[in-house]
């Protein structure tokens, strides 16, 4: 009984929007926002310097580049790490998500945001020298401001073709 509870709890609503985040080996994230959405680009997450933080900036939390979702929506998000890699976990409290990222496997979660704003998460599970420093960022912003920062995108970031693909079941 215990597994068809687990199972059951893996069962994702209809999303609105996928997104693939990869555990790199080099103690960062990267975010891949498929094409055939609106993305079709993929970019790499970065804790700030430490000594040239600017005033604001959250010490061991902020990054270069935030992973960007709009309100309201549900998010699946596929969740794996650099096949030279080794295991991190994906972890935002505030969405009750938290999943292994796991080399050589495409796992999946979703949330819903139901606020704008800023929201962090972790590294949960200890990957080497700079675990305690591969921070997680997502902004959740209006479904306008989310079209036009897909449009920015794809300009600023390497294009990439990511097709929607479902984790094994
Ligand atoms: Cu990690």
Known sequence: PSFRLLNHQLIIPDADLTVKVTGNASWAWTYSYPKDEGGGFEFQSRLLDQDTLAPGKLRLLDVDNEAVVPVNKVVRMQVTADVVGIIHSFVVPAFGVRIDAVPGRLNETWFKAEKEGIY?????????????YMPIVFRVVSEEAYK????????????VETPVRLAAT
Do not use: P, R
């Not at 962090?120 to 305690?132: E, I, N, P, W």
């Not at 036009?148 to 294009?159: R, S, T």
């Open 148 to 159: 036009a920062w897909l449009v920015e995108g794809q300009k600023k970031f390497a294009a």
């Open 120 to 132: 962090y998460g972790q590294c949960s599970k200890l990957c080497g020298k700079d675990h305690a």
